[in-house]
């Protein structure tokens, strides 16, 4: 497989966009060595873009800027846009995962017509020789610690609001020559790896028929989305009370 496919522009990682040329000038991350841009670009895609839920898997990298928020295969888009703007190899890994995962910030009927099967990714970077598995991207830090929070007395296996994880306290999150995950033991089925999301998204996709697409994008990602927004403002709330 030519290694040129791990860094080359597509539909979807548009990083000759003007909005991402503007992001990495102004974040200075060229001018940084390789691993601490790896670990700048990383951080910023798992703090300063929110988890949350887009209107479809597709938008390119540009688009999950302006949002502000994403979920894996959003997130994992832009993160990939980020890595190659830079020089930094990368591909992208398919799955499914269990519906339970999405329990908490997907409820009601929003959770019972969601399919049992969740399209879902993670990025792979190729780095010193290594291909190390990035996934703990997906869910911010505040998000993630409001949840610990809420769930303090969980010690270990944690599956729900979008986290399935061993050790609810001590997930690995932060990339320092390390797999990082943060939905992994959620994953029922794997689809194996694709040079660029557009590739992926060609042969897999979530599988919704047209009534259930349109009731996701118009309201059941934003109930999901006010589910996840509660999550993550629990402690301000808190000191707030």
Known sequence: MDGKNYLKPTRMLDYESSSIRKLIEKKGWKSLARFEQIKAIYNFVRDEILFGYNVDD???ASKVLRDGYGQCNTKGTLFMALLRSCGI???VHGF???KKLQKGAMTGFVYKNAPKNVFHSWVEIL???TWYELEAFILDKKYLESLQ???STCTGNFCGFGCAVKDFKNPVIDFNRNNTYIQSEGINQDFGVYDSPDE???????DLNPLKKFAFRHLGRHLMNR????IRNHRQAITNG
């Open 58 to 60: 597709d938008i390119p």
């Open 89 to 91: 190899p990368c591909r």
């Open 96 to 98: 499914t995962i269990d």
């Open 127 to 129: 780095f010193e020789d």
């Open 149 to 151: 929070d809420i769930y």
């Open 200 to 206: 992926l998204l060609r042969q897999h996709h979530q």
């Open 227 to 230: 589910n996840v927004k509660k």
